[in-house]
């Protein structure tokens, strides 16, 4: 079960993200019934959830929280359904991103979105290997799904 909760004035497409989510999940095999929050905040509440969670000032872009630490399956064993956990992304963060990147906010979010659930399976990228992988993974995995939406 995927949920899409925008808290802000920022107008969202929560389906394209509910869509994205399901997308993602099954790709990476996971089970469906895998319960996962998407929630959009301002500002204020980013900060604070910055704050509180990485001890750094400021809001950021996209913030996960993962619950029952599920990893990506295999087409033969997927991972069995369980609480994923929660994905927080900012919308005017996400904005002023995707100036300096040269594409839409829309875009950008999708791109985020997809960048959290990867962290909720597993994937970093502190270490410039990880960063690698989980960047081409996210790359493939947006690029197809946004291929696959015509």
């Keep these: 079960m ?3 909760n925008n808290e802000t004035d920022y107008e969202v497409d929560e389906i394209e993200f ?11 095999h996971v ?3 895998a319960e996962l929050a998407i929630m959009f905040v301002d500002e204020p509440a980013m900060e604070q959830l910055h704050i509180q969670w990485m001890d750094e000032p400021g809001p950021t872009d996209v913030l996960s929280f993962p619950m029952d630490e599920l990893r990506p399956g295999t087409p033969d064993e997927p991972t069995p359904a369980g609480l994923l956990g929660d994905i927080v992304v900012c919308p005017t963060v996400a904005e002023r991103q995707a100036v300096t990147a040269g594409h839409s906010p829309a875009e950008e979010m999708l791109l985020l979105t997809t960048h959290g ?22 790359r493939r995995l947006l690029l197809t799904f946004l291929a696959e939406r015509g």
């Design 2 to 4: 995927i949920d899409v």
């Design 18 to 28: 509910s869509e994205l989510a399901t997308y993602v999940l099954r790709e990476m």
């Design 31 to 33: 089970a469906d019934g």
């Design 117 to 138: 659930i990867l962290h909720l399976l597993g994937y970093d990228h502190v270490e410039p290997e990880e960063e690698k992988e989980m960047f081409a993974l996210q």
